[in-house]
Structure formats: C-alpha cells, structure tokens
C-alpha cells in the first residue's frame, strides 16, 4: 500500500505558482510527527533531487534552485506537507515525490507533475 499521496501538480506559466500537498497515508502520529520530511523531484532524464525538507521543529531546508521562490510546511494533525512553489520557472519542470528525509526506498508513491511552459 502506497505511503505518500501527492497532488497539486499541473501546468504553469513561467512566473505563476502552485501549491502541492503531500499526505502520509500509513503512518500514525507519533511515527509521522517527528518524522524529517521531504519534497524531491525528477526532471526528465535527470536523477531524484531533495529540494526542500521540514523536520519536526519545522526548521527547514531548501536546495539552492529553489531558495526564496519554493515554501515547505507540514500540518501534523492532517499527517499532510505541503510545498508553495511561487516564480515557477520552466527548469522546474518535473515529477514531484515527498518522502522522509533521509529517504525510505519502499514509501515512494506517483508523485505529481508539474509542467512550467516558458
């Protein structure tokens, strides 16, 4: 049974924003609440990027392509993480993944995907 749930993704001009949500399906609150969480993405024929992560101080990270344009949050009563992306730009182009940070091979799901047109 799939662990992560995302939605959200779609097409997008350059410069426009969406908004993606993540929930964990499977885990219970007191595994999924100090749980380091993640959104990754893979970019047609690139490998899988971590581009922003939470953990459960809500002390966050983000990769230096998306630093000030992309916001990541999480609400623990929903098991949910959402990422904000504003100022799309077409390089991010790609499928989204959330997972824990580091990584659980197993709890990958369909990711969503989110198309930026120039």
């Known amino acids: 049974q799939v662990q992560f749930v995302e939605s959200g993704g779609g097409l997008v001009q350059a410069g426009g924003s969406l908004r993606l949500s993540c929930r964990d399906r499977?885990?219970?609150?007191?595994?999924?609440?100090?749980?380091?969480m993640g959104w990754y993405r893979q970019g047609p024929g690139e490998q899988r990027e971590l581009v922003a992560s939470?953990?459960?101080?809500?002390?966050?990270d983000y990769a230096d392509s998306v630093k000030g344009r992309f916001t990541i949050s999480r609400d623990n009563s929903k098991k949910t993480v959402y990422l904000q992306m504003d100022n799309l730009k077409p390089e991010d182009t790609a499928v989204y993944y959330c997972?824990?940070?580091?990584?659980?091979?197993?709890?990958w799901g369909q990711g969503t995907q989110v198309t930026v047109s120039s």
């Open positions: 997972n824990r940070v580091p990584q659980i091979e197993g709890f």
């Open positions: 499977r885990s219970i609150s007191s595994t999924f609440n100090p749980a380091t």
């Open positions: 939470i953990n459960s101080a809500r002390a966050t």
